[in-house]
């Protein structure tokens, strides 16, 4: 189940495409500055995408990937997986709903922080933001944030618990990104997973640039 810490840095944070993984790849190499490509790496497990995916000083690479219908993103930002603004910029240019995720529970090494950013080619411009709601701690106390309008699956009780912490918690991150459709406890399709990168990083089967 992602987000979560089963690859470190890697998978604590994600991005969710309502769209092929395909598509959303093709949609990168096209978008980023020239360079880029699209790569078959023959992936056969989440070991083999968190290896290709370790962080380095300046983001590199991406990995599109298979999930029932969706595609999920991750990439090797000095961090971890950085998806920025890619899932406001989709739902702009490829009209389908684009997710930020991110899980780093209160006992992880690092800054424990719950966020979830839905945006949609029906959300409030300029974003396209349909809703977002963020429990974070970046040392010092926690803060707890949200805009846009509320769906109605959420607990709007836990959302006014005393504790800012638990006002939004990893098991109910992944409750809200099953209920807007988001298949995040299936197993994503490691073979069939694309690599984005820099064309000057080593080069196996390039899928669009020859």
Known sequence: MFPSRVGG???QQVGFFACDHRRLAEWLTEGLEPGWTALDPGWESIDDVVEALRPMPVLSRYACIGLNGWGLLMS??????????LPSYAARELK?????????????????????????????????????IAAVNDGGRWVFETSGTAFAFEDKGAHRRRSKSSRLT????????????????????????????????PRTQSLWNG
Request: hydrophobic share 35%; glycine share 14%; charged share 20%.
């Open 9 to 11: 840095p890697t998978t």
């Open 76 to 85: 090797n930002g000095p961090l971890g997986t950085d998806v920025g603004m």
């Open 96 to 132: 389908c709903r684009g997710i930020r995720a991110v899980r780093v529970d209160d006992d992880e090494a690092g800054y424990p922080a719950r966020i979830l950013e839905v945006y949609g080619p029906g959300g409030e411009p300029p974003l396209a933001l349909e809703r977002s």
């Open 170 to 201: 990893g098991e109910m991150l992944h409750e809200y990104l099953l209920a807007l459709g988001v298949p995040a406890d299936s197993e994503p399709s490691w073979h069939s997973g694309l690599l984005v990168q820099k064309s000057s990083q």
